[in-house]
């Protein structure tokens, strides 16, 4: 079959006029209506079958109506003018119902921003339902082959994001998103392999399936590590989980206002290992962009780590006001108590090829992911989770057999006070609020439980 | 919306699919949020759509759309019907739904005092009463109060004839006092940790949870947590609260008995289970303390209502009896696989969401001891934990740890000092074996986990447990 095409009915000028009349239908001092879009198709298999197999389409308006300082919010996704026009009532509603918030800074005012070219693929958009299922047997095949069996998802998608406000903001941007993760099982085995990019046609599922074999096909895990601390090498799956959860704990301006992040008295000495840098990098059309936030502010590159110092953290135009800074552009849509996140976590990679990292490991672990990390306290970045799909070991620099999964408790800084080596090849994933980019790290010390 | 329904469905008859089902979902709710007296939320949200789940042969096809002019209808279930045939061309497997379910009828939440009745403006003064009372306490820096209510309309037909219309309200509210102390940081909340405790029903559980009235001992038991001596390593005799057996059920017991993860359906993302598909009768947990239901039918509770989302009516069964594994959490086709009857646990986080095997309310029934007093009383060193703050669980649902808010140590029978940053950690079966007693109807009740997450794309849904205090013997404790 073909697809209809995602885009039609959301494009700039389709989107413009909808906004600009939901501006106007909302009777308020001030209005911001952002509009977001997703149509995704999206296939899980297991074992060898493909169980589930899913299309969604939605577009929801968001409103932000302003009575003096007072801000209410409505959302919905019946888009007919009867629909707009419930919503902007209520959101007006919302507004005049409650105190003026002396925390509010206003709506943002137009600022320049510019499109990030190449970030909305004809291709991933246009994938049918047949080629995605033959994408995932071609990669179930070489799997199958091998005696292991696979499970994972493929996802193909269009994401739509406009902003309008009554101060002449208007902004647009469409983007495209291919995601694959695959675990390949051979008993107690298991391996793993993930990838986000714009452009699908990155991707060659064979490839995807045989990374994940080969760390399936390392040994039959038997014991346990022992418990201690161990040197070991983190693939880039498990780097991302431990990004995400220091940007979780740490990098939002709201978590340095309420004093739960470790930025709040970083001191002068670094905070991590001197090689680390860190930075949000919504721009780059590498990984899904996106050159704005949800109020419409142009997107800033912030460094989180540099060079093993403590960065920034990023702000909306609320905490911004709140502490005399200007918004970096890292709005999440209203309503949002929780205030603005990093959604394109981005390390920078290292000088060191894969066989260069494994003789940088020397005698140690390799980790495949982790799996259920869970903050025990915010500050110190202290957290547990577990190893998931593949503790293999390394002896020489060589893998020489694989080891079953366990938990380890540590502080996220500490885990990167101890790097020693970065890779020179990084991987894009999705993450739970975005995406991340990183690099594999050799770690002096991770505590393991045993 | 029958008549959006009708459309899709009978599109799906004219093509001749094996079997169809459509949901149609008006959800609405409301929240408000204030921060340090700073009302930062106060939204109202609405999401309409419809779902269209369609089997091909023995494959497969979902989709789903906001927009419900009935050509966007039409197209999005010929999309359901693309999927599924694309499907069908290569599937192996052999899929059978059992027998057909052709429920009529309708479902409403009872409640006494409708939540979106309340004028905003007492919701408002109600949440800045206990704002005021966390602020009144020195050394608070995050106050944080959150009131919301939803309700979900969903209206269910298939082409095997069943039909049913169901209004569920859910009503919820928290509040936390984070304290700073000499830069020591510690939260305490109520009635529950997460920023969430849920129920289906009415505004009037917020009147008797009066959060006015809990907000000082919060307050202040943070700020004591701050100069708290830290919980030493060790191991000990453990009493939990119902809040940390609710995470504790639903974490360890709950997810290991959903039949997708134990058939490997989940095996990539949630993850599978230490449980097999053919352990049940036969699976004992070593404790015969332990009686878990799965009831969808408790009043109040989140996994509370009249018909799943594949039309099942809501039902009651055992899971585990005297610790032996007597039951699984099944739809309609893993049911159909393994010869069980449908548990009606299969549930959609909204209109744009498949149905999954979700658990309902899943409840450990009360135990003998009348109170928390009794459950100590002859405890001569242990640690005794509430409120859960952070949960880990590795993906066959086996090696745990759990942290709560706060403990207090209990020595000779009765609580002592305030302990900090409590956590307890354990393997599931060793931990449920060392169970040695349970609390009584008087310590059991209802406790929400609002965020529960599964499936691809993401889907969340809410539950509550009913759970007792517990004791457990010889657990692995510290900070």
């Given at each position: 079959m073909t697809t209809q095409d995602p885009l039609n009915g959301w494009d700039e000028a389709t989107l413009s006029t909808l906004t600009a009349e939901a501006i106007d239908m909302c009777h308020a001092d001030e209005a911001e209506i952002v509009v977001m879009g997703t149509d995704q198709q999206l296939a899980r298999f297991s074992r060898g079958n493909i169980l589930q197999h899913t299309g969604e389409r939605s577009l929801e308006v968001r409103v932000r109506a302003i009575r003096g300082r007072s801000v209410g919010v409505a959302t919905t996704t019946d888009l007919t003018r009867i629909g707009l026009e419930r919503v902007t009532h209520r959101a007006v509603a919302m507004a005049a119902a409650q105190p003026p918030d002396p925390g509010f800074p206003g709506l943002a005012q137009p600022l320049p921003w510019s499109p990030i070219p190449a970030t909305c693929h004809p291709a991933t958009l246009h994938v049918t339902p047949e080629e995605r299922e033959d994408a995932i047997r071609r990669l179930m095949a070489v799997v199958t082959g091998s005696g292991s069996e696979a499970s994972g998802h493929h996802a193909t998608e269009c994401r739509v994001v406009a902003v309008r406000n009554s101060r002449g903001v208007w902004a647009h941007h469409a983007g495209s998103r291919a995601e694959w993760s695959v675990v390949t099982e051979r008993k107690e085995a298991s391996g793993y392999a993930a990838r986000l990019t714009p452009d699908h046609r990155t991707v060659v599922p064979e490839r995807l399936a045989k990374e994940a074999l080969a760390r399936t096909l390392a040994g039959h895990p038997t014991a346990i590590p022992l418990a201690g601390r161990h040197r070991v090498m983190l693939e880039p799956y498990a780097v991302a989980d431990l990004l995400t959860m220091l940007a979780f704990t740490s990098f939002g301006a709201t978590a340095v206002a309420q004093g739960t992040s470790f930025l709040v008295s970083p001191g002068?000495?670094?905070?991590?290992?001197?090689?680390v840098t860190l930075r949000d990098n919504?721009?780059?059309?590498?990984?899904?962009?996106?050159?704005?936030d949800h109020e419409g502010v142009p997107k800033q590159q912030v460094d989180l780590l540099r060079a093993g110092m403590a960065g920034d953290c990023v702000h909306d135009a609320r905490s911004a006001f709140r502490s005399g800074r200007s918004s970096t552009g890292h709005a999440l849509p209203p309503?949002?108590?929780?205030g603005p996140f990093p959604m394109h976590l981005d390390m920078l990679a290292g000088p060191t090829d894969r066989e260069a990292m494994l003789q940088a490991l020397g005698d140690g672990l390799l980790i495949t992911r982790f799996h259920y990390t869970s903050v025990l306290d915010p500050r110190s970045t202290r957290i547990t989770g577990l190893t998931r799909d593949g503790v293999l070991e390394v002896r020489g620099g060589r893998i020489v057999g694989a080891l079953r999964n366990a938990r380890f408790t540590q502080s996220i800084l500490d885990v990167l006070k101890g790097v020693v080596a970065i890779g020179s090849e990084t991987l894009i994933q999705s993450s739970f609020l975005g995406c991340v980019r990183c690099p594999a790290l050799v770690i002096e010390g991770l505590d393991l439980e045993g | 919306m029958r008549e959006v329904l009708e459309w899709c469905l009978d599109t799906c008859a004219a093509e001749r699919v094996t079997y169809a089902d459509g949901r149609f979902v008006r959800t609405q709710s409301e929240t408000i949020t204030m921060v340090n007296g700073d009302v930062t939320r106060l939204s109202s949200e609405e999401s309409v759509g419809l779902g269209i789940r369609v089997l091909v042969g023995h494959a497969w096809g979902f989709a789903a759309t906001s927009d419900l002019r009935r050509a966007e209808v039409e197209a999005a279930t010929a999309r359901a019907i693309a999927i599924a045939r694309a499907s069908a061309q290569a599937s192996r497997r052999a899929v059978s739904l059992g027998a057909s379910v052709r429920s009529r009828g309708h479902f409403h939440t009872p409640f006494a005092i409708d939540p979106f009745t309340v004028p905003l403006e007492e919701k408002l003064a109600l949440i800045a009463s206990a704002d005021a009372a966390m602020a009144a306490v020195p050394n608070i820096r995050v106050r944080q109060a959150m009131l919301a209510w939803d309700r979900h309309h969903k209206v269910f037909g298939s082409t095997e004839g069943a039909w049913v219309e169901q209004t569920l309200t859910e009503t919820a509210c928290a509040l936390e006092a984070r304290a700073e102390v000499d830069g020591q940081s510690a939260a305490r909340s109520y009635p529950d940790a997460r920023g969430h405790h849920g129920w289906t029903g009415g505004f009037e559980r917020v009147l008797d949870l009066d959060l006015p009235a809990a907000a000082p001992r919060i307050a202040e038991e943070a700020v004591r947590l701050c100069t708290a001596p830290v919980l030493p390593d060790g191991r000990t005799t453990l009493v939990l609260d119902g809040s940390q057996m609710a995470i504790q059920l639903h974490e360890s017991l709950a997810h290991a008995v959903e039949h997708d993860r134990i058939l490997g359906h989940e095996v990539s993302f949630a993850g599978g289970s230490f449980i097999g598909p053919d352990d049940v009768g036969l699976l004992d947990l070593g404790s015969p303390l332990v009686h878990v239901w799965a009831d969808a039918t408790t009043p109040g509770g989140l996994g509370t209502y009249g018909f799943d989302d594949e039309g099942v009516p809501a039902t009651r069964f055992p899971l585990f009896i005297e610790g032996r594994l007597s039951g699984l959490l099944s739809n309609r086709e893993t049911a159909a696989l393994s010869g069980l009857v449908p548990g009606g646990v299969a549930r959609a986080a909204g209109w744009q969401r498949l149905p999954l095997i979700r658990m309902p309310n899943i409840h450990l029934e009360p135990g003998t001891h009348p109170d928390l007093e009794a459950l100590i009383a002859d405890v001569d060193e242990g640690v005794y934990m509430a409120t859960n703050q952070s949960w880990s669980i590795d993906d066959r649902r086996e090696n745990f740890r759990f942290g709560t808010e706060i403990a207090w140590e209990i020595r000779k029978g009765r609580l002592g000092r305030i302990l900090s940053r409590p956590s307890y950690q354990g393997r599931t079966q060793d931990f449920w074996r060392s169970l040695d007693a349970l609390g009584g109807p008087g310590t059991w009740s209802l406790w929400s986990v609002p965020h529960c997450g599964k499936g691809q794309p993401r889907q969340f849904a809410r539950v509550s447990h009913g759970t007792p205090a517990a004791r457990f013997r010889n657990v692995k404790v510290g900070p």
């Open positions: 002068s000495d670094p905070v991590v290992a001197r090689c919504g721009l780059d059309p590498l990984m899904p962009a996106l050159p704005f309503p949002n108590p929780y | -």
